[in-house]
């Protein structure tokens, strides 16, 4: 059973900083991109993130502006997603899902809350 | 970026009542669409991928339909769990966006 589960979320001020783990089990975590998708409270869903399986490509949101960091160890079996200068509208739910063949997303974590505050 | 947009934001409806959400793109597409369904509290959960194929285990009563910018997803026969949000999404090419969502709720 394909497991996904984040982790690293929690309370900080603006402009502090925090690391998103995601946790994979029961497939090879190596073959598949992966992906970071957001929800502010009360809102719709935003893909923020992506990186390939190899890390050979990485994407990013524009909203981000360059301050959040996709990485992934294969040997881990584990995806990040580093996050800088923290602003209150990240204040959100992050969740980890794997991409298929095609970018649709079978498979979702529960997602872990960021709330910025200060 | 390609823009996804819903309508309507929220539709109010009974039980057995057949319903359509309808989910248009800025850009075409092609049939590179998919809908989840998202209850709260939870991640959201894929019902429909390429436009019109059912994901496995997903109930018949769901159905899609479209291509190009004008996409529809249709419940046939509204059950008492299928009042909930619901979200398009476009993986035409990155970055790939959502809809908006509708809320379909109790009439």
């Known amino acids: 059973e394909v497991q996904l589960v984040e982790s690293g979320g929690g309370l900080v001020q603006p402009g502090g900083s925090l690391r998103l783990s995601c946790a994979a089990s029961g497939f090879t975590f190596s073959s598949y991109n992966m992906i970071w998708v957001r929800q502010a409270p009360g809102k719709g869903l935003e893909c923020i993130s992506y990186?390939?399986?190899?890390?050979?490509?990485?994407y990013y949101a524009d909203s981000l502006k360059g301050r959040f960091t996709i990485s992934r160890d294969n040997a881990k079996n584990s995806l990040y997603l580093q996050m800088n200068s923290l602003r209150d509208e990240d204040t959100a739910v992050y969740y980890c899902?794997?991409?298929?063949?095609?970018?649709?997303?079978?498979?979702w974590g529960q997602g872990t809350p960021v709330t910025v505050s200060s | 970026d390609i823009q996804m947009t819903q309508s309507p934001s929220t539709l109010s409806a009974s039980v057995g009542d057949r319903v359509t959400i309808t989910c248009r793109a800025s850009?075409?597409?092609?049939?590179?669409l998919a809908w989840y369904q998202q209850k709260p509290g939870k991640a959201p959960k894929v019902l429909i991928y390429k436009a019109s194929t059912l994901e496995s285990g997903v109930p018949s009563r769901f159905s899609g339909s479209g291509s190009g910018t004008e996409f529809t997803l249709t419940i046939s026969s509204l059950q008492p769990d299928d009042f909930t949000t619901y979200y398009c999404?476009?993986?035409?090419?990155?970055?790939?966006?959502f809809g908006q969502g509708t809320k379909v709720e109790i009439k």
């Open positions: 990186i390939s399986s190899d890390s050979s490509a990485i």
């Open positions: 999404q476009q993986y035409n090419s990155y970055p790939w966006t």
């Open positions: 899902a794997r991409c298929g063949s095609y970018a649709y997303f079978r498979h």
């Open positions: 850009q075409s597409i092609s049939s590179w």
